[in-house]
């Protein structure tokens, strides 16, 4: 990348690798290392998700790819991570800082709604770590009304395992999904994402969030007092959300809006912890205010991140290389 002062990349596999002239200042938003062969390694290609010749060759794969993905990330000057839990995992594979900007979302497209109909919803793709599997077994045994927006991969294992109170979708239009999240009563999220779009979403309908209690969603959702579910019928006790392998649901826990809770996790990732999150929900549904809970997602507007990267690239440039024109 020749004859520029500043190259930002948005990578969640390669782009940080891009290699910079000498004199440019080069940033990297990273949404995530590449999870297909550090941490989600075994959810990809597993002995259920791929065939004998891509298990045979991926380790020799994998490790290349481990090496380049290591050795690359000293081209980038500084680091952006979407969130806390991504910033974890940077330290961790490059050993490097990085600084957390919560990505844009588009807020104001969604509104609350003056009625609520009678499903719970889900809105995925259908990639393995996302879990919907979970979700269905959960609803299978619930039977409430489940809706699901999304496709791929996993559609016809996913379709096979559910029951007559499961609708799938498939992907519909923007105002489509605007209306299905301002309407259900709660969405169920139960994969581990780097951040989630999705939940941000949903409580920027005025809607609850039941999700499993790991990644992004520590840092965006707002947990029920005492109803953080560890699984096989027993409660985490003490604060719901509490963790001691997380330090990011301790930093919104101290949040002054910690008594308007936004959602309620599980902290196991089975149907048996889902289905007793849903039940809890159900005893509980009245805490949540919609009005408190778009506030909430307020804070992860487009036009704040819009301020705070600007920021951030415009201090970078100034103390980087002496004087970079950015």
């Known amino acids: 990348m020749r004859g520029y002062d500043l190259i930002l990349s948005s990578s969640h596999c390669v782009a940080k690798g891009v290699i910079p002239s000498p004199d440019a200042v080069s940033i990297s938003y990273i949404h995530t290392p590449m999870r297909y062969v550090w941490d989600m390694y075994h959810d990809y290609f597993s002995e259920e998700r791929a065939g004998i010749f891509t298990r045979f060759i991926m380790p020799l794969l994998a490790n290349y790819l481990r090496m380049w ?28 800082d990085a600084d957390v ?5 588009e807020i104001k497209r969604f509104n609350i709604s003056d009625t609520l109909a009678d499903y719970f919803l889900i809105v995925s793709a259908f ?6 599997d979970i979700a269905i077994e959960a609803f299978n045994r619930l039977g409430f009304p489940l809706k699901i927006v999304g496709n791929g991969q996993d559609e016809k294992r996913l379709k096979k395992i559910a029951g007559r109170n499961i609708e799938f979708l498939g992907w ?4 489509e999904i605007i209306e299905l999240y301002s309407m259900c009563r709660a969405l169920i999220f139960p994969g581990e994402e780097d951040f989630g779009i999705v939940p941000v979403e949903a409580m920027a309908s005025g809607r609850p969030v039941i999700a499993f209690g790991k990644g992004g969603v520590l840092e965006t959702v707002i947990p029920l007092r005492g109803s953080g579910v560890k699984g096989q ?8 959300g509490v963790s001691p392998v997380n330090q990011a649901i301790g930093a919104i826990s101290q949040s002054p809006d910690f008594d308007s809770p936004t959602g309620i996790f599980f902290y196991e990732q089975t149907s048996e912890a889902l289905t007793e999150a849903v039940r809890i ?6 805490r949540f205010g919609p009005k408190a809970i778009r506030n909430h997602a307020l804070k992860f507007d487009r036009e704040i991140f819009k301020e705070k990267i600007s920021d951030y690239i415009a201090g970078r440039c100034k103390d980087s290389k002496g004087s970079i024109r950015c």
Request: one cysteine or more; glycine letters at 4%.
């Open 69 to 96: 993905d290591v050795s690359s990330s000293s081209r980038c000057d500084y680091f952006i991570a979407n969130s806390m839990h991504v910033a974890q995992r940077i330290k961790r594979y490059y050993n490097r």
């Open 101 to 105: 900007i919560y990505p844009p979302v």
């Open 127 to 132: 990639a393995p770590y996302k879990r919907i």
């Open 172 to 175: 519909k239009s923007e105002k």
């Open 233 to 240: 019928g027993s409660r985490v006790k003490g604060r719901a």
């Open 281 to 286: 929900f159900e005893k509980s549904s009245d």
